[in-house]
Nanobody, 114 residues
């Protein structure tokens, strides 16, 4: 199982980015069961951001509700994180995760400057 996150970059406050996570070697049932995004800011612990589960049910951390949207393409085995209204506190390395395989991607850096 491999998870390849991409789409990070540097944006200004209020900007948007769309992260992608390409899952390889993942069977469909596992992919649709749960794909999640986490993030880790410098000097802080990794924290949950968003998850999409069976039936496309979504869950979000309170600090991203209304700003971030998680989605997926089951055929392409890709999970996405659309991030709008970015704030400096959103600066972190973002990781995707498959709960079924307990597998993490390598992370993609998001930097938000004021």
């Amino acid at each position: 199982v491999q998870l390849q996150a991409s789409g990070g970059g540097s944006v200004q406050v209020g900007g948007s980015l769309r992260l992608s996570c390409q899952a390889s070697g993942v069977i469909l049932s596992a992919f649709t069961s749960s794909m999640a995004w986490y993030r880790q800011a410098p000097g802080k612990e990794r924290e949950f951001v968003a998850e999409i589960t069976t039936g496309a049910v979504t869950h979000y951390a309170d600090f991203v509700k209304g700003r971030f949207t998680i989605s997926r393409d089951n055929v392409k085995r890709r999970a996405y994180l659309q991030m709008n209204g970015l704030k400096p506190d959103d600066t972190a390395v973002y990781y995707c995760r498959s709960a079924v395989y307990d597998s993490w991607g390598q992370g993609t850096l998001v930097t938000v400057s004021s």
